[in-house]
């Protein structure tokens, strides 16, 4: 091929791309939720479709792609063109735990686009009704009183529940047995028959509990106190700073994804995160929604790849593998 052919087809390809960014979306566009239906980010990715569909003009369809701590659903995504199609609709779990908990053939940075950050809900210690500890300081003081006797429980392997755990544990000082459940419901149902002390918990799932007063809500693992339940004072507060956590949600396209494309999608996400009926039922879920200056898509890639620095560690000192 000469030189004036060669060119001929490399204008040729840059044309039709952006052509194609240009045209975009001209179909439907696929949100994967990398966890099986009816949890809570699957009802978070389809509130936001909704909206999304509205701002894009073609159909969002939401997609649960559950197994391995979220990693099969994201390898898909990982696999998929790059042409903003196929997007995976994340969290905290799937984007930085299965990396270092899994064996995955793809990887969390290199392998994809950040799209937008969406939501946050933090992380509580809450406790069974009847735990001889009313705040974080007591519960503090219990634990080393009491090596190793209290339960505290998980919903998996690796889980946002289990690191929370593990952390609370090298930060203190402190020892508890983790007791596994296979989500989030039968924990909290043990949770709540007394059957287990205590649990690292997202705050919007354990908060109906918490209202009805069949469990205590000790601390919030945030800067700031959380506005679902604004009397539970936070680590800070409770002399132990710097202890956050929180299981937060994003939106990731694969690598080589058109910017002009990415753009675009972070464009309808935005509009749909201003959106007032969605910020409500947001809100109504427990989840908040990050100021505009982080819903950008390289917000997301420095809070990603700051939680994947500070937890693939202490991950990998706990030899903490799935299979």
């Not at 003009?57 to 042409?83: F, M």
Request: hydrophobic residues 45%; contains cysteine.
């Amino acid at each position: 091929m000469g030189k004036f052919s060669a060119l001929a087809v490399a204008l040729t390809l840059a044309m039709s791309g952006g052509a194609a960014a240009d045209d975009y979306p001209s179909r439907a566009v696929t949100l994967v939720v990398p966890f099986p239906a009816g949890g809570g980010t699957g009802l978070l990715a389809r509130i936001l479709a909704e909206q999304m569909q509205v701002e894009l003009g073609q159909p969002v369809i939401v997609e649960n792609v559950g197994g391995a701590g979220g990693s099969i659903g994201v390898a898909r995504v990982a696999r998929a063109a790059a042409d903003g199609y196929t997007l995976v609709f994340g969290n905290w779990a799937s984007n930085v735990g299965s990396g270092a908990v899994y064996p995955v053939d793809y990887d969390l940075i290199k392998d994809f686009e950040p799209v937008a950050r969406i939501a946050d809900t933090p992380l509580w210690v809450v406790a069974r009704k009847e735990f001889p500890a009313n705040d974080f300081k007591t519960l503090i003081a219990w634990l080393k009183a009491n090596p190793g006797k209290a339960t505290a429980a998980t919903v998996g392997l690796g889980s946002g529940s289990h690191l929370c755990g593990i952390y609370l544990q090298n930060t203190l000082g402190v020892q508890f047995q983790f007791v596994p459940y296979r989500g989030g419901a039968p924990a909290s149902q043990d949770l709540v028959a007394g059957n287990v002390d205590v649990m690292c918990d997202q705050a919007s799932n354990s908060l109906p509990f918490a209202r009805a007063g069949q469990i205590k809500a000790l601390v919030v693992m945030a800067r700031h106190r959380w506005f679902g339940a604004p009397e539970v004072p936070t680590v800070d507060e409770m002399g132990v700073p710097g202890i956050y956590v929180s299981f937060w949600h994003g939106l990731w396209a694969p690598k080589g994804t058109p910017k002009e494309i990415v753009a675009r999608l972070n464009g309808a996400v935005v509009a749909s995160l201003g959106n007032d009926a969605v910020r409500k039922r947001f809100a109504d879920q427990g989840q908040e929604i990050p100021p505009r200056d982080q819903q950008t898509p390289e917000a997301l890639a420095a809070y990603q790849k700051a939680d994947i620095d500070k937890w693939w560690p202490m991950v990998k000192a706990a030899g903490i593998k799935g299979e």
